[in-house]
């Protein structure tokens, strides 16, 4: 409720909203808005003679005036909105799916098998898009001509000539029929996804709730859908969310100069290159040609940014609180204790060299406010994770440590064989500066974490 | 100190040595996946990618026997790694392959465009890394206040605008109305002055050959051309940059050093540019080398607005006809090899600036 009060507190946010909104509504109802003739249905509506190379202005006929060759502006407009969703969808769904499992896979497994997939990755970030398109292109032109078809593009005399005499085979048809643009923007742009969640992913491991679970026993499926990728998810979004509008940008960008992609609203600027500089150089004498079109890629990015910077916005304190874990789990204390609460650790989990992050998601500083009621009604229901997170975060906040004592002393009495319990006393004992305690509570807790590892 | 210095020098060696590893590995996993595309085609389609200069004067039946020949000599009905291998040592002693759309051979092409797309680059990293860190630093410092008004609207606008877009208006109000800056690389009279032997082609990079030539108007010429192809390219990247930055610097203004360093007295000016600035410079050099690979496929988009001429012009011409491997190929392995040069250079600019990263690199 609150972050809903919050989303709608900026004017951006509606702003990017309303225009969403607005283009969803142009795509989803564009069979009413406008409906596509019955002579010769397309995109590309004829309202006049081919021949007429001039374009119309705008009238009651064509709302937005006509592209050369009578083209109508404002048909091909709505139903190029439905097309942009559709690929700016694909393109970002996808890339984000195969850039967060990766990126989970190699952060869970750690070690040698995350170096090699993290280098992959990188690899990866060092190939231009535009190379991938031009070179699938040719791949499937290769493999037209190699059975003896005709492939030809952009040719000087006859434009594009594709001819293919017999049936391809499984892969090949595959290759010829899929958009060679919507391929290499899939290939080669999950690399960011996979790079920030992998930086997330391993952060994640050291918090003390991940390291709860495991020293509870939870299988690595289990941790991995339940802690980490719940955690690691809304950065991944915000990212997801301005790429839809990127993709779409970049789409009309290669229909316009002529590499690949079969953009609507690039097409339109095409048709209508020639006359954006009108008679005397003024670009308003024929302003429907190009303005429309240029203001719906230009809005559809805009929109698309506003809505990530709006999730952004709103998953920012989950964010803050996995920065103090993480801060917290490595600042140091007194040399004798440390070496008690790393040997747990290390028994826990070998924890590796902390990556540091290349690309830093946005961590803020907005503090969450746990409290003593709320970690004891968790220990009342039995949620120990819960509350061993809330006392720790009290913690580190220095909030009266004695109480904190107290509590946790009464629960380690009723759940005695509980690890995460005992060692997150010896940190209060610890913070209390009451060493011998600590270091007790430390052993307390490596003994209970071997005794659930041998049985 | 001396002592230091000497400590310091094997380490930077040592990462030096460590970064440049990368890019045999990069090209590595590049190349598998790209012959991963190739091994998709039939065989005799894989033959393109070996065909001399000469085959296209050959009659059908001449052409057929060197295409058997072809794939007998590179084995390519062999499984994946022999292909794989027989190709890479093609590409390190060849000139990789002919391409009949540009009649030409592939890398000899590349090489001879490469200064054009280099000054393009160039010229725009110079501008845009340092008017990105300065516009950068200045919004973050004081978030929400008069310059950071300015600069959040205008980032917006510079990173949502499609650069085809920008260049179709700036074409229509600087060239055709205003005649300050015509597309191209060069005026048509000076076109012919520098394919003169007089004029010494020593760069490949105009402006600075007309500099070494001692020709002046040459010069300013060539930077008339430069200006919109380069304030177009550099708009873009410099909005994206800036925000991370701003981003960085409005973490990075919390940090206990920036507190204590106020509480020592120091002036606004002094925090913001002796400790602040440096801490933002790591992020802001990473988030440039990650984006190295979009920064050069908007230079290609850029050349091929404005009509450079540059390694773009190999890809345009070898979509336009019959197919054509090689060019598409070479041309993907030598925008690899660029940008992980660029991402090298960018490593180490940023070590030699920022010495926890060194460190960092070591570690792991």
């Known amino acids: 409720m609150r972050d809903l009060r919050r989303f709608f507190g900026s004017w951006q946010n509606i702003l990017g909203l309303v225009l969403i909104a607005v283009f969803a509504t142009l795509a989803l109802a564009a069979a009413w808005i406008s409906p596509m003739s019955q002579k010769d249905p397309g995109i590309f509506q004829r309202l006049g003679r081919a021949l007429d190379y001039e374009p119309q202005p705008p009238n009651e006929k064509a709302l937005l005036g006509t592209l050369p060759g009578q083209y109508d502006v404002f048909h091909a407009l709505v139903w190029g909105t439905g097309e942009a969703f559709r690929f700016g969808l694909a393109v970002a769904v996808v890339t984000a799916l195969v850039g967060v499992l990766l990126g989970t896979l190699a952060g869970y497994a750690g070690g040698f098998i995350n170096g090699v997939i993290m280098r992959i990755t990188d690899a990866f970030l060092a190939f231009p898009a535009i190379a991938g398109v031009v070179f699938i292109q040719q791949l499937i032109g290769m493999s037209i001509t190699a059975i003896g078809g005709m492939y030809m593009l952009n040719n000087q005399y006859f434009g594009n000539v594709v001819d293919i005499p017999t049936p391809l085979t499984g892969i090949q048809a595959l290759l010829q029929k899929s958009d060679p643009l919507l391929i290499s923007l899939i290939l080669f742009s999950w690399m960011p996804f996979c790079r920030l969640v992998n930086t997330l992913i391993l952060t994640l491991k050291r918090t003390d709730f991940v390291q709860a679970a495991q020293a509870l026993g939870a299988s690595p499926f289990w941790i991995i859908r339940r802690h980490l990728i719940p955690h690691a998810i809304a950065p991944v979004i915000v990212i997801a969310a301005r790429d839809v509008g990127g993709a779409v940008i970049l789409q009309a960008t290669f229909t316009f100069i002529g590499i690949s992609g079969n953009s609507t609203w690039g097409s339109i600027l095409v048709m209508g290159r020639d006359w954006v500089i009108g008679p005397g150089g003024n670009i308003f004498t024929y302003w429907w040609v190009f303005i429309p079109a240029t203001l719906a890629v230009i809005l559809f990015g805009v929109a698309w940014n506003l809505l990530g910077d709006a999730i952004n916005e709103i998953s920012l304190p989950l964010s803050a609180t996995i920065a103090k874990e993480v801060e917290s789990s490595i600042s140091g204390s007194p040399a004798a204790v440390n070496a008690a609460s790393m040997k747990f650790f290390d028994q826990v989990e070998n924890p590796g060299i902390l990556n540091k992050p290349a690309m830093q998601p946005a961590l803020p500083a907005q503090p969450i406010v746990p409290s003593l009621t709320r970690a004891r009604a968790a220990l009342q229901q039995e949620k120990i994770q819960e509350a061993v997170a809330t006392y720790r975060a009290l913690l580190h906040q220095d909030y009266r440590i004695e109480k904190i004592i107290l509590d946790l002393n009464r629960a380690v009495g009723r759940y005695p064989l509980e690890a995460a319990l005992w060692e997150t006393l010896g940190e209060a004992y610890n913070q209390a500066g009451q060493l011998q305690q600590a270091l007790d509570a430390y052993s307390k807790a490596i003994e209970c974490f071997n005794r659930i590892k041998n049985t | ?364």
Do not use: C
């Open chain 2, 1 to 364: 100190m001396k002592g230091h210095t000497q400590k310091l020098m094997p380490i930077f060696v040592q990462f030096l040595l460590r970064r440049f590893l990368i890019i045999p590995f990069s090209l590595f996993v590049i190349t598998l996946i790209l012959y991963g595309g190739v091994m998709l085609t039939p065989p005799e389609a894989r033959a393109e990618l070996y065909m001399p200069k000469t085959a296209r004067v050959l009659t059908d039946e001449q052409y057929e026997r060197l295409r058997n020949l072809i794939i007998k000599r590179f084995h390519l009905r062999d499984p994946f790694y022999i292909q794989y291998s027989y190709w890479i040592k093609s590409l390190l002693q060849g000139t990789w392959g002919y391409s009949p759309n540009l009649k030409d051979e592939v890398l000899p092409a590349l090489l001879r465009r490469t200064p054009v797309t280099l000054e393009l680059a160039l010229y725009s990293l110079i501008l845009f890394i340092p008017l990105g860190i300065v516009s950068g630093l200045g919004a973050g410092w004081k978030p929400k206040q008069s310059f950071d008004n300015i600069f959040r609207p205008l980032a917006y606008i510079s990173t949502s605008m499609p650069t085809f877009i920008l260049a179709m208006v700036l074409l229509a109000l600087f060239y055709v109305n205003l005649r300050w800056f015509p597309p191209e690389r060069i005026s048509l009279t000076y076109s012919f002055q520098i394919h003169e032997p007089t004029f010494r082609n020593l760069t490949g990079m105009l402006t600075i050959d007309s500099l070494l030539n001692g020709r002046f108007d040459i010069f300013i010429d060539s930077l008339r051309h430069l200006a919109m192809p380069v304030f177009t390219l550099s708009i873009y990247h410099w909005a994206t940059l800036s925000r991370v930055i701003r981003a960085t610097v409005m973490g990075e203004k919390t940090k206990e050093y920036i507190i204590s360093a106020r509480a020592r007295g120091l002036t606004e000016q002094k925090v913001l540019w002796k400790h602040a600035f440096r801490n933002v410079l790591a992020p802001a050099l990473t988030s440039v080398g990650i984006s190295a690979a979009s920064i050069l496929s908007g230079v290609f988009i850029i050349e091929i607005i404005f009509n450079f001429k540059g390694i773009s012009e190999v890809i345009v011409t070898s979509l336009s006809g019959p197919p054509d491997a090689p060019a598409a190929l070479g041309f993907a392995i030598y925008s690899v090899i660029l940008i992980l040069l660029l991402m090298f250079f960018l490593d180490v600019l940023q070590a030699i600036l920022d010495p926890r990263v060194r460190e960092e690199v070591l570690k792991s």
